[in-house]
């Protein structure tokens, strides 16, 4: 919910929220929170998730319980490691993407990269979020609407720099060239 929601802001809200219904989803994740030595650990288990949900699923979650899993740790431990060389990561990413700079611009054929493997689910996020190609996305693309929410929302527990993405960018492109 806190990421496919357009009405609740996880930041603005500070991952309050209120329980109504007859949903026991709160306590499931009070729960599950419990489990988590930090805060910061259980943010990276759910961003981590819902970033896998989202590219095994094609839609995100609204439910943590698809999440708990012995996948779902592991899921949250291999990010955990990628986060540690992501600017290596990240660079390898938009190297491959900029060999066929064509189709940047495309938002489907960037998601079949990720799809198939080729780049990070958050190479995505950060060029969604960082980059002017949101808009030509939004254009060429049949996808991006059904991604569009997902990528704002999440990009606000991805630390990585505007400015270092930029240098990251210049670097290839004069390399490249």
Not at 77 to 90: A, G, N, T
Not at 129 to 150: I, P
Not at 159 to 169: A, R, V
């Amino acid at each position: 919910m806190h990421l496919t929601s357009e009405k609740y802001d996880y930041v603005r809200y500070n991952g309050k929220k209120k329980k109504t219904g007859k949903t026991n989803s709160l306590g499931f994740a009070f729960n599950l929170s419990k489990k988590f030595k930090t805060e910061d650990d259980y943010l990276l288990f759910l961003v981590a998730n819902n970033m896998n949900f989202m590219v095994e699923n094609s839609k995100p979650s609204t439910f943590i319980g698809d999440f708990c899993t012995v996948e779902g740790i592991q899921v949250a431990k291999d990010f955990e490691d990628f986060l540690v060389v992501r600017s290596k990561r990240v660079e390898d990413d938009l190297k491959k993407l900029f060999r066929e700079k064509e189709n940047l611009k495309n938002f489907d054929f960037v998601l079949g990269k990720v799809l198939n493997n080729e780049v990070n689910f958050y190479t995505i996020i950060l060029l969604n979020n960082m980059t002017n190609l949101k808009k030509s996305w939004a254009e060429n693309s049949v996808l991006y609407e059904e991604y569009e929410l997902f990528l704002r929302k999440i990009s606000s527990f991805i630390g990585f720099k505007k400015e270092d993405l930029s240098k990251m960018i210049a670097k290839i492109a004069k390399d490249m060239i």
